[in-house]
């Protein structure tokens, strides 16, 4: 078991360094460089050189990665020109805010998928199981933008059920349980907007294990030994089809930072996502590396989360 | 010769085509969203003929926001752009764009997936970590930053950046399939022949896989309709002096359009939505004739 998580984390390795290596060039790529912003038209050329020699702007690039990397791994990413601070205090803040935000979207895509896709699973063929997997296929077809526009249109807008944008009211005293219901009220909409986008992949996979099992021996047995139907999909059924369920944890999180970028821009939520496209419309090019970066790697964690929940699920697909 | 083949058709499991024709027939839904699609990307490419796009895009105040009828049919956006005109100009781009984005990304993972899964070795090994790496790493990000720091950014260079990204999916699949196909009795009996490798994987691999694939490009040509469009609507795909549906739709992040202009961003939505629901139905239906064990008829 230890085995194949170190052979995992192994594995990850290689594929950070690619990773870092790509956002180092992209970085060296982008126009301008650390002192946008500070210098004015009087600035002495002289005096620019001598700060890209006391930063190692002119050493060799190995160089200047490793030192990048090293810089990186204690969390200094430079400084944000837009806001005038620390990018990694800047990402620290909005990734909190994109945390809460796919924390309650993943708690309701679950209590929404695995109702529907067991109910779809057992009444196979029938009525409600058609509307089920009619309406799976309308929520993977449809894009993620254009779902929250209308969204935000109807029950933003013309209903007034929901705020219509940023995480908190400013009026709220902070550390109050009205603050924390008010930024819960905030994470809602757009909440939702995701997990009704993100239940197909969950909903289809549930539905067919239990179709599968449905025909399995032990159901079977359990059948033959009187137990009634009802137990027998609470029971056995789902704590089968179950296990798999969980292993989705990864994928649902990776799916999930892809459509933050819309889903923020859209509900005018202040996470990563958002800072993101704010960051690139301003080219604020030292903040748009740490969020690559950071994007990137919580993509591998998440993938490595999948990985580690399969293979402890299912020994059959450990790492040889 | 040809009297016998035909006979065997005729009496024989009914194939490709047929198959697929028969699927259609069993499912309405899909039977309109083809004939639907087929209608809708034939009118716009001819109606896009009969419109000056620089006349078009030309800004004139007086029909700001101009309410549909007025003087448009479906009246006109913030700069008294024709909405109608935007809509059909843009759906045009969108289906060409993925349409382009679609064959680029089908030829490379075809290649390379054949080319992985038929010669196996270090070659595969190596492809794959890197189809693997491009699988990890978050390809939304990475397509917006390209697509700012091109300098002479056009609407090729925006497909060539989308297609870098998007060709490893195809490829993976086309890999697996060609990895189980090269296994069989027929390849080894050619490859025995001494039919050489180029030849087999031409003539004889790639057409076993060519039904899957029709699924996979289907599928694929709706997803990029998805992308393209939400990168336009984020501001990081056509520039705004191309028509897009995807612009048209970013004008409802002013809350005024929103609620009271509905009818500059709700028409192109709508589109999309029709497009994507359309395209995915009749990959659906496709997806059963290939997969014996779905078909409905």
Known sequence: MWKTIVRRLILMVPQLIALSI????????????????????????????????ELGLNDPLPIQYVRWVKNALQGDFGKSYTFQRDVTSLIGERALNTFWLSFVSVILLYLLAIPLGILAGRYQQSRLDKFIVFYSFITYAIPTFVLSLLFLYIFGY??????????????????????????????LLPAITYAILGTTGVIQYLRSEIIDAKTMDYVRTARSKGVPMRKIYTKHIFRNSFIPIAAFLGFTITGLLGGSIFIETIFGYPGMGQLFVSSIAS?????????????????????????????????????? | MRRKKKRYRKNGRPRGIGVAF???QKDKIALVSLFLLVLFILFVFIASFFI?????MRINL????????????????????????????GARNSVSIALAITLITGFIGIVVGLICGYFGGWVDYIIMRIIDFFVTIPSLLFIIVFVTLVPKYSITSFILIMSLFLWTGTARLVRSKALSESKRDYVSASKTLGTSDFVILRREVA??????????????????????????????????????????????????????????????????????????????????SVDVKQRLG
């Open chain 2, 62 to 89: 007086y029909d700001r926001y101009s309410r549909p009828g007025e003087k448009y049919l479906l009246g006109a956006d913030q700069g008294g752009k024709d909405i109608l005109g935007q809509l059909i100009i």
């Open chain 2, 22 to 24: 028969r699927e259609f």
């Open chain 1, 283 to 320: 080219r604020d090019y030292s903040v748009i590396c740490a969020l690559v970066m950071l994007y990137g790697f919580l993509t591998l964690l998440g993938s490595l989360l999948s990985d580690i929940i399969l293979s402890i699920v299912d020994p059959r697909i450990r790492i040889e």
């Open chain 2, 207 to 288: 057409p076993n896989l060519s039904s899957l694939l029709i699924v996979e490009l289907t599928l694929n040509f709706a997803g990029n309709v998805g992308i393209e469009t939400g990168l336009s609507y984020l501001g990081f795909g056509l520039p705004p002096t191309t028509p897009s549906l995807g612009t048209l739709v970013s004008y409802a992040n002013n809350p005024a359009v929103l609620q009271q202009y509905w009818w500059v961003w709700l028409p192109a939505s709508l589109l999309i939505l029709f497009m994507m629901l359309a395209i995915n139905y009749i990959g659906q239906a496709l997806r059963r």
């Open chain 2, 52 to 56: 000056d796009q620089e006349q078009l």
């Open chain 1, 158 to 187: 013309k209903l007034q059920w929901f705020p219509t944008g940023g995480s908190v009211d400013i009026e709220v005293e902070p550390g109050t349980i009205q603050y924390i219901w008010n930024r819960f009220y905030h994470i």
């Open chain 1, 22 to 53: 790509i956002v180092f060039v992209m970085a060296k790529m982008m126009p301008g460089d650390p002192f946008t912003g500070m210098i004015t038209p009087d600035t002495d050329p002289a005096r620019i050189e001598e700060l890209k020699e």
